[in-house]
Nanobody
Framework: QVQLKESGGGLAQAGGSLRLSCAAS????????MGWFRQGPGEEREFVAS????????YYRDSVKGRFTISRNSAGNTTYLQMNNLKPEDTSVYYC?????????????????WGQGTQVTVSL
């Protein structure tokens, strides 16, 4: 059973940066997409970014394009989300996800493996 564990969340000021990490264990995710969703209080969980296992293609929601960068280590079992120029509206719990396909149109409840989430808070 694949387990995902996030780290790197915390508090940042607007305009600052944070880097999230997500490590997979308990099974291989080498042929899985990995990605990030986020969920604010009272809001639906939303897609943030994902990366393909096949060719390293990356996908982002429009509001984070040019500010966030997703990457993956060479072993394929850890993904990173570098978040620059953070805004207060980026404040959310960020969840790591892995599945055979993770794309912007995916409904989050249908995706297989999730981490427990890490809080990101951006202050003015």
């Amino acid at each position: 059973q694949v387990q995902l564990k996030e780290s790197g969340g915390g508090l940042a000021q607007a305009g600052g940066s944070l880097r999230l990490s997500c490590a997979a264990s308990g099974g291989t995710v080498n042929n899985y997409y990995m990605g990030w969703f986020r969920q604010g209080p009272g809001e639906e969980r939303e897609f943030v970014a994902s990366i393909s296992w096949r060719d390293g293609s990356t996908y982002y929601r429009d509001s984070v394009k040019g500010r966030f960068t997703i990457s993956r280590n060479s072993a394929g079992n850890t993904t990173y989300l570098q978040m620059n120029n953070l805004k207060p509206e980026d404040t959310s719990v960020y969840y790591c996800v892995a599945d055979r396909v993770v794309l912007p149109g995916n409904f989050w409840r249908l995706l297989d493996y999730w981490g427990q989430g890490t809080q990101v808070t951006v202050s003015l």
